[in-house]
């Protein structure tokens, strides 16, 4: 899926979180970024929460 940020756009291989209308939750990959535009890679399975390192 492509997207456009209304800020800075996510980094490469950053987790998104897509809400979808019927309340349910995508995450995905970033996967390709340019300018303002991203391409995101969905994972159709459950989200499971992922705490970044710091």
């Known amino acids: 899926m492509s997207a456009a940020a209304a800020g800075d756009p996510p980094a490469c291989n950053d987790v998104v979180r897509a809400s979808l209308g019927d309340g ?6 970033v996967r ?3 300018g303002n535009l991203f391409g995101v890679e969905f994972d159709t399975r ?9």
Request: charged share 10%; hydrophobic share 45%; glycine share 6%.
């Open 32 to 34: 390709w970024v340019d």
């Open 24 to 29: 349910s939750e995508l995450c995905g990959m």
């Open 46 to 54: 459950a989200c499971v929460a992922v705490t970044q390192p710091s």
